[in-house]
């Protein structure tokens, strides 16, 4: 019985994690990169681009690094050969074109043309700065938030939230904060639904920073990881009593 649960436990290992061997690696200061066929221009500028993005994401945020990626603490990017690749291998959604294990510091992605070095790499990368300052498992993160700050990371700050968001309010489509806190992207397959929950999630975090600026953002972040309560955070950093003020008061930013 015991082997059986051991051999159990290592097919549910195996099934998360692939092996190492089965890719080539290229290595920097702070990045470990497994790729199949990807093309070694492809390579060159995805570690030169993430190695500037290691310093840059932690700075725009205000979060001060405590723990730094180096050597065995280097963070993993596999590049799968296309979408169809990655998506197969890693469970996910057609929408989908990369996702990161923040505790793991492991990205999984596939060569994007263009975008990828000005959206997917840089909100990945987010993903596992965001994680690092207030916790892993911290369940007082609502997916919203982990998803704007990644978002926020994006060169172009995820083109077109604003006009999504503007459109939503017009129309009375945007959803209320408290009822964002409860949605799992990983779980929505309409592309609209996708699209405004993205797009929500990002302009809350754009505003928050806007408005209060970075330090008040860092406060916020850093009370979220001790106190563990979102409500306790945003009273602590912003006076919202909850999200419901926070809410408001993002709406009413957004009709100016
Ligand atoms: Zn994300």
């Known amino acids: 019985?015991?082997?059986?649960?051991?051999?159990?436990?290592?097919?549910?290992?195996?099934?998360?994690f692939v092996f190492a061997q089965d890719w080539n690696t290229a290595k920097s200061t702070h990045?470990?990169?497994y790729y199949k066929n990807?093309?070694?221009g492809f390579i060159d500028e995805l570690?030169?681009?993430a190695e500037n993005y290691y310093d840059k994401i932690a700075d725009d945020l205000g979060f001060r690094r405590y723990n730094f990626w180096l050597w065995d603490n280097r963070a993993k990017i596999y590049i799968y050969d296309d979408e169809k690749d990655y998506q197969a291998a890693r469970g996910q959604p057609s929408w989908s074109s990369g996702c990161a294990y923040p505790r793991e510091k492991v990205i999984y992605s596939f060569p994007y043309a263009k975008k990828f070095f000005d959206t997917i790499l840089p909100h990945e990368m987010g993903h596992i700065v965001f994680r690092e300052f207030v916790g892993f498992d911290n369940p007082a993160v609502p997916a919203?938030?982990?998803?704007?700050?990644?978002?926020?990371?994006q060169e172009l700050r995820f083109s077109g939230a604003g006009i999504i968001v503007k459109?939503?309010?017009g129309k009375n489509k945007l959803m209320s904060l408290s009822k964002l806190n409860a949605v799992n992207p990983q779980i929505l397959t309409d592309a609209d639904a996708v699209n405004l929950?993205?797009?929500?999630?990002?302009?809350?975090?754009?505003?928050?920073?806007k408005e209060f600026g970075r330090d008040r953002f860092v406060v916020f972040c850093q009370t979220l990881r001790d106190k563990k309560n979102l409500d306790k955070a945003l009273i602590w950093a912003y006076s919202f009593q909850d999200t419901g003020e926070l809410d408001q008061a993002w709406r009413s930013y957004l009709s100016r």
């Open 47 to 49: 570690t030169a681009k």
């Open 31 to 33: 990045f470990i990169i």
């Open 144 to 153: 919203w938030l982990d998803e704007g700050v990644a978002s926020y990371q």
């Open 197 to 209: 929950f993205y797009a929500q999630a990002v302009s809350v975090v754009d505003y928050l920073i």
């Open 167 to 169: 459109d939503a309010l």
């Open 1 to 16: 019985m015991k082997r059986y649960f051991v051999c159990l436990l290592a097919v549910f290992i195996s099934a998360n």
């Open 38 to 40: 990807a093309p070694g």
